[in-house]
């Protein structure tokens, strides 16, 4: 009997797992911490999952997908609203939090393609068995061969002994690993400043000086999003690319605004800054510490959302500018399967935070201090660090770990 369409769909969009494996795996995946607080990630992945076991890829459509799963219009601009392609990025971060877990290492695959909405099924990965050893023969060595043995290891040990000890790893040798070791060049992200330069003469009272009372049109004002770098992220940037220089890591410098994604794409990225910066919104959505802001209260700052305690880590803006005496600021390492490698995203809240990141992020004590309790197996996780310094005098002081989180 000949196979129909449908039915070759369902059979390709499950091998090589039955589907009762299949959604036995998803309940576990929905009901693990990474999903369990994000109810659109669940619909998404639920979704698919289940249109893929029951044959209807016709089902797993972006427009399809957003009326379905979204509520939106059967005839909605995909172009304009890309809901479905950002809850897509973060069901891919969510499960790629969810594998990197030991725990879950072995257990059976789900995975959903950049570029698709057609999930892909792997079965469970099984301990591979270390083959048994054949037991030597007991040998008799006459006395004569342990003398050689001996002289053979004297010789040996002066020879290692006259050469130079190998500089031990530390915890910023490791923390960089991964960008460190990825192909090719190294993407800096770069912060803009939200200034506006005024074209044309300022007005001016009758003495000649600027009338800081008066009101200018906004057609006068122009944009200064590729124009002007902010203090302390050009240090920031200078430090951190300094240092993965010196281990050989070659880097390229983009704005943050003209950086699409195509230039991300497979390769490691340092994210500098945090709310002037797209990427690491973007980035940190949905992550334990994520930025916050109160336009109406005039402040900004980071939210722990797993803690029940009011909100603390925040800057006021006082006198049109964010300065406080204490500036917080954010460092978020993470794989993100939308790249396919590490990012590294670092700031503060006021560029004097970005600035003391710069500090951190290449000094072995600071790192090392920070991670001091941190799990054995640390390097090849995810993590989020939240930091505080103590302006003086418009200087940053040294970095204070406020909170720290592995996944």
């Known amino acids: 009997m000949r196979e129909t369409l449908p039915e070759r769909s ?51 459509k972006e427009r399809v997908v957003g009326s379905a799963v979204f509520g939106r219009d059967a005839c909605y601009d995909t172009n304009q609203d890309a809901v479905v392609r950002n809850a897509a990025a973060e069901v891919r971060k ?47 060595w006459p006395i004569w061969a342990f003398c050689i043995l001996a002289g053979a290891l004297l010789f040996a ?22 960008v460190i070791e990825s192909k090719g060049e190294v993407q800096f992200c770069i912060g803009q400043t939200r200034t506006h330069s005024y074209v044309g003469s300022l007005p001016a009272t009758l003495s000649g000086a600027v009338d800081s009372k008066a009101t200018v049109p906004v057609s006068k004002l122009v944009p200064n ?44 990225a340092v994210m500098i800054g945090l709310f002037n910066n797209e990427w690491t919104i973007r980035l940190t959505e ?40 204490t500036d917080y600021a954010m460092v978020t390492r993470v794989f993100d399967p939308s790249t396919e490698q590490f990012v590294v995203a670092a700031g503060g809240i006021t560029h004097l ?15 090392a201090e920070a991670l001091r309790g941190a799990p054995s197996d640390w390097a090849k996780r995810n993590m989020q660090i939240v ?15 406020l909170a720290i989180h592995f996944w």
């Open 10 to 60: 369902r059979r390709i969009a499950l091998d090589p797992m039955p589907e009762q494996e299949i959604r036995a795996q998803l309940e576990r995946v929905l009901a693990s911490p990474p999903f369990r607080n994000s109810r659109r990630c669940q619909l998404l992945l639920r979704y698919a999952v289940e249109k893929a076991c029951a044959g209807h890829l016709d089902e797993l």
């Open 94 to 140: 969510k499960l790629a939090q969810y594998y990197l877990e030991p725990v879950h290492a072995n257990e059976p695959r789900i995975e959903l393609p950049p570029g698709s909405y057609l999930p892909e099924f792997h079965p469970q990965v099984s301990e591979p068995k270390t083959p048994l050893q054949p037991t030597p023969s007991h040998v008799v």
């Open 157 to 178: 040990a002066g020879i290692f002994a006259g050469r130079p000890k190998a500089a031990s790893v530390t915890a910023l040798d490791q923390f960089w690993k991964p």
């Open 225 to 268: 999003l590729e124009r002007f770098l902010w203090m302390g992220d050009a240090v920031a940037m200078s430090k951190i690319s300094g240092y993965l220089s010196g281990k050989g890591k070659d880097a390229r410098y983009r704005w943050a605004t003209s950086t699409p994604y195509s230039e991300l794409r497979g390769k490691s």
């Open 286 to 325: 949905g992550l334990r510490f994520s930025l916050v802001k109160n336009d109406a209260e005039k402040w900004r700052g980071v939210k722990d959302h797993q803690s029940p305690a009011p909100f603390a880590w925040r800057v006021l803006r006082k006198g049109g500018d964010w300065t406080d005496e």
């Open 353 to 367: 935070g970005t600035m003391m990141t710069g500090d951190f992020l290449t000094s072995p004590t600071y790192l």
């Open 387 to 401: 930091l505080s310094t103590h302006v003086v005098g418009g200087t940053p002081g040294p970095p204070n770990v």
